[in-house]
């Protein structure tokens, strides 16, 4: 119940946030076991050592924080492991039923972990959370937004429903948009 009362509430206050217009929202990868938004791929780095690769990515790190907005949590170069959080905000602008306008901002963030081996680097983007207000007090994960504008794209929306699922399928975007940037960043640091 509480999470179907976050999902209203991001309804309401994402009703002025579209910017494009797309009638179904964009495809986003969902992990089979986790059932949550999961960007992830793989990078071959034939010839290439783990301490080499470590260095690499441990560098994208450094040099990427303030442009991609990520940081670095943890690391350990024995186990080739990297642990980081990336954020982006998208913009809105919200009507209040007298028409003013008031701009608010819808903060995601997401979790990205590395593994580097020989040869090769595991790269995931996940766990991908949506807050607005002025203290994140309005909440949601992504997955949760995916599903329902999925689920009620099928339904018999009325015009102000329909401009509020615009609004979410923009964010919803705006995160594929991201997540696909920051894999591409990490795979050029690899090679």
Same mark, same amino acid.
């Given at each position: 119940?509480?999470?179907?009362?976050?999902?209203?509430?991001?309804?309401?206050?994402?009703?002025?946030?579209?910017?494009?217009?797309?009638?179904?929202?964009?495809?986003?990868?969902?992990?089979?076991?986790? #059932?949550? /938004?999961? *960007?992830?791929? $793989?990078? +071959?780095?034939?010839?290439?050592? =783990?301490?080499?690769?470590?260095?690499?990515?441990?560098?994208?790190?450094?040099?990427?924080?303030?442009?991609?907005?990520?940081?670095?949590?943890?690391?350990?170069?024995?186990?080739?492991?990297?642990?980081?959080?990336?954020?982006?905000?998208?913009?809105?602008?919200?009507?209040?039923?007298?028409?003013?306008? #008031?701009? /608010?901002? *819808?903060?995601? $963030?997401? +979790?990205?972990?590395?593994?580097? =081996?020989?040869?090769?680097?595991?790269?995931?983007?996940?766990?991908?959370?949506?807050?607005?207000?002025?203290?994140?007090?309005?909440?949601?994960?992504?997955?949760?937004?995916?599903?329902?504008?999925?689920?009620?794209?099928?339904?018999?929306?009325?015009?102000?429903?329909?401009?509020?699922?615009?609004?979410?399928?923009?964010?919803?975007?705006?995160?594929?948009?991201?997540?696909?940037?920051?894999?591409?960043?990490?795979?050029?640091?690899?090679?």
């Amino acid at each position: 119940m509480k999470n179907l009362i976050l999902l209203l509430l991001l309804f309401i206050v994402f009703n002025s946030c579209a910017q494009k217009h797309s009638a179904n929202p964009p495809v986003l990868p969902i992990d089979a076991t986790t #059932h949550r /938004i999961t *960007f992830s791929d $793989t990078v +071959s780095a034939p010839g290439i050592s =783990k301490d080499i690769l470590y260095t690499r990515l441990k560098k994208w790190f450094i040099d990427n924080s303030p442009t991609e907005n990520t940081t670095l949590q943890s690391s350990d170069r024995d186990s080739g492991v990297f642990i980081g959080k990336g954020k982006f905000t998208k913009h809105c602008i919200i009507k209040d039923p007298s028409g003013a306008e #008031h701009p /608010i901002d *819808f903060r995601v $963030t997401y +979790s990205i972990n590395i593994l580097v =081996k020989n040869n090769a680097s595991y790269i995931t983007l996940t766990d991908f959370i949506g807050t607005a207000g002025e203290e994140d007090h309005i909440g949601a994960e992504i997955t949760s937004m995916y599903k329902a504008i999925k689920y009620y794209q099928s339904k018999k929306l009325t015009e102000q429903d329909k401009q509020v699922s615009q609004s979410l399928i923009d964010v919803l975007e705006e995160t594929k948009i991201k997540a696909t940037g920051v894999l591409a960043s990490i795979k050029r640091a690899v090679r």
